[in-house]
């Protein structure tokens, strides 16, 4: 079979390869513990199952507008203005079939062949993929681990070049957990500026900030209008399955966008968007009771996984992610089986303590793994037991 071209430029989702190898472990009766999933494990709050029931019941089970249901793009501008304090008009917005479909369309609509686009290591999987599909070139700039990993800037401005279309960020991080400083937010606008760069502010994880509150980019600088904010009801309202997610940005892009979409997937589920208008209007108490959890398991997790020696794990300060760097365990071995890199070591955990996390070098880091601790007290105590013990039969 021949395939285009474009298929080979695009590697699959390892997240989602990892989820399928923890379900096929326990479905031939392995007891694994599955830290890889990027997804809450609370179920969907009630209010927003009920509106979706009633959505059923009223007939909202027909095609919508391409760029979705004028209630819930007008719900999205007054999010943005009640938790953000960003101003936008219900034609900014764009609602969309997941988080990661607004960024897919937004790359599709603004880069092609010959173009740069500028991405943070380490990053989220799907981000350089997205710009290889629009057959433009990810550039990756390096982070400092020290410093909530934000850009090494000599290097970011080095690596700036008169092909450079955009830059791509990711705060708070997946998959480290870091929050970018207002301080390095500005300093990147202010490069986005200086060359008139679009910059992409995924800010699907700001519902999920510890250790203060969290600014969108858009308000740090309203009047640059090339900045584009993503959002997602995924992680916010633990909806990872309903695919809604959304963007607000200039009209003229999000009418872009909106014919690819048309052309593409017609539009985003109906009785999902009535869902996510209910998400997004109604009782917000039940993001903080979501955030008070993940917040208690961080603090869990990071006492735990402090404690064993060889791993290195900085606070996260946002998401639900930790990211230790695991390069101590590097050249050890247990049974004529040497550990070399982060792949060996999740393979290692994976087989040897039935725990399933993700190798940093699918997120662009060759010293660290990535842990979801978007699972229960108990499993994080549990897992944390196993791989003690699995590192200790290390030499």
Not at 300 to 321: K, M, N, S, W
């Amino acid at each position: 079979m021949r395939l285009a071209d474009r298929v080979s430029r695009v590697k699959g989702s390892v997240t989602l390869a990892m989820t399928t190898r923890a379900a096929e472990l326990r479905a031939a009766g392995v007891d694994v513990i599955n830290m890889s999933v990027g997804e809450p494990d609370f179920p969907t709050p009630a209010h927003i199952v009920e509106a979706a029931q009633q959505a059923i019941a009223d007939g909202y089970t027909r095609y919508t507008p391409g760029a979705g249901l004028p209630q819930l793009r007008q719900a999205g501008a007054t999010m943005l203005a009640r938790d953000n304090g960003m101003e936008a008009t219900a034609e900014q917005v764009i609602i969309s079939n997941g988080g990661k479909h607004p960024l897919f369309n937004a790359c599709m609509a603004l880069f092609q062949q010959g173009d740069e686009v500028i991405i943070f290591a380490p990053y989220w999987v799907s981000f350089p993929e997205f710009v290889n599909f629009a057959h433009a070139d990810p550039i990756v700039v390096n982070t400092d681990p020290d410093l909530n990993f934000e850009p090494l800037f000599d290097e970011l401005e080095d690596r700036i070049t008169p092909r450079t279309k955009g830059i791509i960020m990711n705060s708070p991080s997946n998959p480290t957990g870091g929050v970018w400083r207002r301080e390095a937010v500005q300093q990147i606008i202010a490069l986005a500026r200086k060359h008139d760069l679009w910059l992409f502010a995924d800010e699907c994880y700001e519902a999920l900030v510890y250790n203060g509150p969290f600014v969108s980019a858009a308000v740090i600088d309203p009047r640059y209008e090339k900045i584009l904010t993503f959002q997602s009801c995924s992680k916010t309202y633990a909806m990872t399955g309903w695919r809604i997610g959304y963007m607000a940005g200039p009209v003229e892009l999000v009418k872009a966008m909106s014919r690819l979409q048309g052309q593409s997937t017609s539009c985003p589920n109906s009785i999902a968007q009535m869902a996510a208008v209910a998400a997004l209007t109604g009782d917000q108490s039940v993001v903080g009771e979501m955030k008070a959890a993940f917040d208690r398991r961080r603090k869990l997790i990071l006492e735990r996984l402090t404690a064993i020696p060889g791993l290195q794990c900085r606070e996260p300060g946002g998401a639900f992610y930790v990211f230790p760097d695991v390069s101590e365990l590097f050249g050890k071995s247990v049974d004529g089986r040497k550990l070399s890199t982060p792949e060996d070591v999740t393979e290692y955990f994976l087989t040897e303590a039935n725990v399933v996390t993700v190798s940093g070098e699918w997120f662009g880091d060759n010293r660290s793994i990535r842990f979801s601790y978007a699972v229960s007290d108990e499993d994080i105590i549990t897992a944390t037991e196993r791989i003690t013990a699995a590192v200790a039969r290390l030499n």
